[in-house]
T-cell receptor
Framework: AQKVTQAQTEISVVEKEDVTLDCVYE???????LFWYKQPPSGELVFLIR??????QNEISGRYSWNFQKSTSSFNFTITASQVVDSAVYFC????????????FGAGTRLFVKA | DAGITQSPRHKVTETGTPVTLRCHQT?????MYWYRQDPGHGLRLIHY???????DKGEVSDGYSVSRSKTEDFLLTLESATSSQTSVYFC???????????FGEGSRLTVL
């Protein structure tokens, strides 16, 4: 069965702290895609990153980095030197290739960054 | 911005009435999705479509039906709305090559 678990419901940090958002997934497919999306207080959903199941290379984009480990079925997201503008809800998502790119989301982690 | 529009953006209705939400895209994407967002549950997939007249159930499909008679439109229908269907509904389309989702602005539905 397809499942995404984000165990952290809310995280609160002080500006400039590093923070890691956890994501654990379950799938029976060998070909799948993992994503992170951001939902700021304004409500829109913003794509951050995509990883396919064959690419375990970690990625860094500015203050954002992602650690994909198939061995533990995890796709964690780290924000370095957090800023107030990072305050948002972050969603991890899993898309299976079979069945027409059915994409399901975790429950989300709400991040508060205090000045 | 991806060309996705949802209508209506806000609706208040009464229990037992039928409601239809419309998602319209101008991107000619094959895959379309309806999600609902509720506090504590994140985004839950209701139904999705992988082509005209090809649809399938998601995680929370009970009480909902969908139709897709042409590529650009994906309709979500609540045959008899209940208070538990009060939610924000998001439509999304997917790039077939990357799987990345592009979301509409959401439709807030309140069932009294």
């Amino acid at each position: 069965a397809q499942k995404v678990t984000q165990a952290q419901t809310e995280i609160s940090v002080v500006e400039k702290e590093d923070v890691t958002l956890d994501c654990v997934y379950e799938t029976r497919d060998t070909t799948y895609y993992l994503f992170w999306y951001k939902q700021p207080p304004s409500g829109e959903l913003v794509f951050l990153i995509r990883r396919n199941s064959f690419d375990e290379q970690n990625e860094i984009s500015g203050r954002y980095s992602w650690n994909f480990q198939k061995s533990t079925s995890s796709f964690n997201f780290t924000i370095t030197a957090s800023q107030v503008v990072d305050s948002a809800v972050y969603f991890c998502a899993l898309s299976e290739r079979t069945g027409g790119f059915k994409t399901i989301f975790g429950a989300g982690t709400r991040l508060f960054v205090k000045a | 911005d991806a060309g996705i529009t949802q209508s209506p953006r806000h609706k208040v209705t009464e229990t037992g009435t039928p409601v239809t939400l419309r998602c319209h895209q101008t991107e000619n994407h094959r895959y379309m999705y309806w999600y609902r967002q509720d506090p504590g549950h994140g985004l839950r997939l209701i139904h999705y479509s992988y082509g005209v007249k090809d649809t399938d159930k998601g995680e929370v499909s009970d009480g909902y039906s969908v139709s897709r008679s042409k590529t650009e439109d994906f309709l979500l229908t609540l045959e008899s709305a209940t208070s538990s269907q009060t939610s924000v509904y998001f439509c999304a389309i997917s790039d077939v090559n990357t799987g990345e989702l592009f979301f509409g602005e959401g439709s807030r539905l309140t069932v009294l």
